[in-house]
């Protein structure tokens, strides 16, 4: 099995279960609040440490109780926290987050040390990402880190996925090229490439644009329709997996870390996009981000094969 490297986020959610999203200038009562261990970065090494995966992560937490709680949670699950650094009076990464009857959420991140990763730290991890053999990444630790973190990926042969949330329109050629995976959601691929996604065709046009800038190949998630993977030379649907929703929340970080693991276990890309869409639509069925989870028994059960 080859080695994954996480390098991203990590965030304490402070999750509040409301009957519907409150519009501007609207005062409602919410059912519940709760924390959860989340973040983009660390959603996807846990799901990956959760389904049996060789998961080392790399990122920053504060030394609070957010921060220990994020990394016991990882330990859990057998996720190598030696690329995690503590920093001393600075606060871990933060996320509000809002669930409404349909499962449907709206998130504020607050950065806190998210944003304090910084090159120096990914020079004394590099070893790890040298050592790896796919290394993943997301958009809430400071671009220009993503964008260091690709460069020496590439350079040294690695398999890159890149899940491009939240995503940021406008976004230099360069910053993709090279890139083997992106795995945005249609609204996700309409702010990267500015363009309207209403029909097929618009996310087809839309991936191919990514293509052009670089990237190897593009895997839009459609929630309840499905996915669409796109490369130079095909187009390929994939029907969903069918579920009740109660809380979308990771449903995209545990499709991504299941893609990954399959890959990692050197399934084809097919197989890998179908684990992707069995775990996430599992999750799906589950509240919060790392307890929604399942481990590979629960899915294989639920989806028999
Ligand atoms: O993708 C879900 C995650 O987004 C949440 O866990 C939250 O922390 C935000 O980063």
């Known amino acids: 099995m080859q080695k994954i490297v996480v390098v991203g986020s990590l965030n304490m959610d402070i999750v509040i279960e409301t009957p519907h999203m409150p519009k501007r200038g609207e005062t409602i009562s919410g059912k519940n609040i709760n924390r959860v261990s989340g973040g983009k970065g660390a959603n996807q090494a846990y799901a990956l440490g959760k389904l049996g995966g060789d998961v080392t992560m790399i990122g920053a937490v504060g030394k609070d109780a957010a921060g220990d709680a994020l990394l016991h949670n990882l330990r859990s699950v057998n996720v190598d926290v030696s690329g995690i650094r503590q920093i001393e009076n600075e606060t871990t990464g933060q996320a509000f987050i809002t669930v ?73 050629e360069h910053f993709w090229n090279g890139i083997d995976y992106i795995k945005p959601n249609e609204t996700e691929l309409a702010i990267l490439t500015e363009m309207n996604m209403k029909t097929r065709e618009d996310l087809i046009k839309g991936a191919r644009v990514m293509i052009d800038k670089g990237v190897k190949n593009v895997i839009v998630t459609l929630g309840k329709e499905g996915c669409l993977l796109v490369s130079r030379n095909k187009e390929e649907f994939y029907g969903p997996y069918q579920v009740k929703a109660v809380d979308t929340t990771a449903a995209g970080d545990s499709f991504t870390a299941a893609f990954a693991l399959a890959l990692s276990q050197g399934k084809p890309y097919g197989e890998a996009i179908m684990l992707g869409q069995k775990v996430s639509s599992v999750a799906v069925t589950r509240k919060g981000a790392q307890t929604s989870i399942p481990t590979m028994q629960e899915v294989q059960t639920i989806w028999k094969e």
């Not at 991140?109 to 040298?130: P, S, Y």
């Not at 993503?146 to 230099?172: C, F, H, Q, S």
């Open 100 to 172: 409404d009857d349909d499962g449907d959420n709206s998130i504020i991140i607050i950065a806190g040390t998210n944003g304090l990763v910084t090159k120096e730290l990914i020079d004394e991890k590099a070893d790890i990402i040298k050592g790896g053999d796919i290394i993943i990444m997301q958009f809430e630790i400071p671009l220009d880190i993503v964008e260091y973190v690709k460069e020496m990926a590439v350079r040294e042969g690695k398999t890159v996925i890149v899940d491009p949330a939240p995503a940021i329109p406008g976004l230099p």
